[in-house]
């Protein structure tokens, strides 16, 4: 089956630092997505991206869309505290010959921000 | 708030036993979404429900089912529970059958004891 491979696994920062992680695949995907998981809390969308190269932002957050389709990454500029939880890359494919897509979820990066 | 509820937030059981997890969609959604997270296997996809009928299937064991009621609430049915079952079980759903799952329930911890 599909796989994501993210990284990196955690990250322990400072306030104000960039970050930047990412997400590879052997396989193609349609759409990209991003979420962030706060504990005790579902994962919220935070960028979608729907075409090879696209970039895209919401707010201090930036993610591309790679060229080959294989590929995505998420930058968060001038980290704060709230920045803290569990981030995932998921990539969307629709099942060919059919009506429906599957969403398929990286292993997620932990990030922690020190004041 | 996402909008979409799930229901129970925590549930603890024992092994064998069957129980049923509660999600209802945020309103205007016809999509409905479960995924399993656990440690080992991260955010798994179980199945989708488009308006009442079941539309994929993803990594979902025999022994799970679920069903989405004219009303659009769905349920996921655990049943013969092992160990390897404790999890949350999220619920996600959408506008369309073809949109991804946009918005996430806070999830149903389940403890298997």
């Known amino acids: 089956g599909q796989q994501l491979n993210q990284s990196p696994q955690s990250m322990f920062i400072q306030e104000g630092e960039d970050v930047s992680m990412n997400c590879t695949s052997s396989?193609?995907?349609?759409?990209w997505l991003w979420y962030k998981q706060e504990p005790g809390e579902g994962p919220v969308l935070l960028i979608a991206l729907y075409k090879a190269g696209e970039l895209t932002s919401n707010g201090r957050l930036t993610a591309q869309f790679g060229i080959t389709r294989k590929d995505s990454f998420l930058n968060i500029s001038a980290s704060i505290p709230s920045d803290v939880g569990i981030y995932f890359c998921a990539g969307w494919v629709i099942a060919g010959g059919t009506s429906y897509g599957k969403l398929t979820f990286g292993q997620g990066t932990i990030l922690t921000v020190h004041p | 708030d996402s909008g979409v509820t799930q229901t129970p937030k925590h549930l603890i059981t024992a092994t064998g036993q069957r129980v049923t997890l509660r999600c209802s969609p945020r309103?205007?959604?016809?999509?409905v979404y479960w995924y399993q997270q656990s440690l080992d296997q991260g955010l798994q996809f179980l199945i989708q429900?488009?308006?009442?009928?079941?539309?994929a299937k993803g990594n979902i064991l025999e022994r799970f089912s679920a069903q989405q009621f004219p009303d659009l609430h769905s349920e996921l049915n655990l049943s013969s529970l092992e160990l390897g079952d404790s999890a949350l079980y999220f619920c996600?759903?959408?506008?369309?059958?073809?949109?991804?799952?946009?918005?996430f329930g806070d999830g149903t911890r389940l403890s298997i004891l």
């Open positions: 429900y488009y308006n009442g009928e079941e539309r």
């Open positions: 309103s205007g959604d016809l999509s």
């Open positions: 396989s193609i995907f349609n759409t």
């Open positions: 996600a759903s959408s506008v369309g059958p073809r949109d991804q799952p946009q918005h």
